[in-house]
């Protein structure tokens, strides 16, 4: 280490001297020489072979204890909480819209249509009119079972499938329930082609083996026709009754309404009867094979 050339041992007894002069003490002694003076290293403690291998063993014995600890812990949890099958996850968005309750129906006091001895109903609701007519009664099984629906909307048709269709129309009429369902097909009307699909309609007391129809036009009909004693009404008569809805006289129609409504009917179908009679096909007048037989005699020759 070097030193200032103006700051050594004789320059510092110098200024010792001069500060006793200064203060009136008495003289301190020699003052020794400030020099630097190096550290001592500090030496690594070392420890005896034996020694050091113990610490080493104790160590690995703590960590081994440490995991087979852990191992034991996350075990007991695993028993403690089995795993659950993986679900997906529902997407959960930010903010749901609050439900809002569809219109309520209310009672339309004019009807529109007719179809035999069917009874109507209307209701109505904002952009909505449906006239329900029905013929016969779904518990008694020895006659036929009609429910026609007539709806005017002013939006498109979005109700899907005609299965789809038959499970709510049948859920409204006093609780019905699609148990089965059948063949499906199309059959010609005046109105366009009707789809159909045979099925099995049940409440609480019977079922009732029928065949479901709509067609969508401007008017959108809907329904079903349940034929006596478990038989399924043949397509034509499924045809033959839908064709027999008509308008009131004087009733207030959209003109496309009318005019559908006043097209030529099928020449296939009979003259209009009673909608509870579409489905039962006329009885046909039995001949008796024993039936007494005039007999004709040729007459005598002169």
């Given at each position: 280490m070097r030193q200032r050339p103006d700051f050594d041992d004789a320059a510092l007894a110098r200024a010792g001297r001069a500060l006793v002069q200064d203060i009136g003490v008495q003289d301190i002694g020699p003052v020794e020489p400030l020099l630097p003076r190096p550290l001592r290293r500090a030496e690594p403690r070392r420890l005896s072979r034996g020694a050091g291998r113990l610490r080493v063993l104790a160590r690995t014995v703590v960590a081994a204890g440490v995991i087979a600890l852990l191992s034991v812990l996350a075990s007991e949890r695993r028993l403690a909480d089995p795993p659950r099958a993986a679900e997906p996850t529902a997407f959960v968005p930010r903010y749901a819209a609050p439900a809002v309750a569809p219109p309520a129906w209310r009672e339309a006091a004019a009807d529109r249509y007719r179809l035999g001895e069917?009874?109507?109903?209307a209701r109505t609701q904002p952009g909505l009119r449906e006239d329900t007519l029905t013929a016969g009664e779904f518990a008694v099984q020895e006659a036929p079972y009609l429910r026609l629906v007539a709806a005017e909307s002013s939006e498109p048709d979005g109700e899907g499938s005609l299965f789809v269709?038959?499970?709510r129309r049948a859920a409204e009429a006093g609780g019905l329930a699609v148990v089965r369902s059948g063949e499906r097909g199309q059959v010609a009307s005046r109105f366009g082609a009707l789809e159909t699909v045979d099925a099995t309609l049940a409440d609480g007391e019977g079922r009732r083996a029928c065949t479901a129809f709509r067609v969508t036009a401007v008017l959108r009909l809907e329904g079903w026709l349940c034929a006596p004693l478990g038989q399924l009404p043949e397509p034509q008569a499924v045809a033959c009754t839908v064709e027999r809805l008509a308008a009131l006289p004087g009733a207030d129609l959209p003109a496309p309404v009318a005019a559908?409504?006043?097209?030529?009917?099928?020449?296939?179908c009979p003259p209009e009867e009673p909608a509870t009679t579409a489905a039962v096909p006329a009885p046909r007048r039995a001949i008796r094979k024993n039936a007494a037989r005039v007999r004709h005699s040729r007459p005598a020759s002169p």
């Open positions: 069917a009874t109507v109903g269709a038959l499970a559908m409504l006043a097209g030529p009917r099928m020449a296939a």
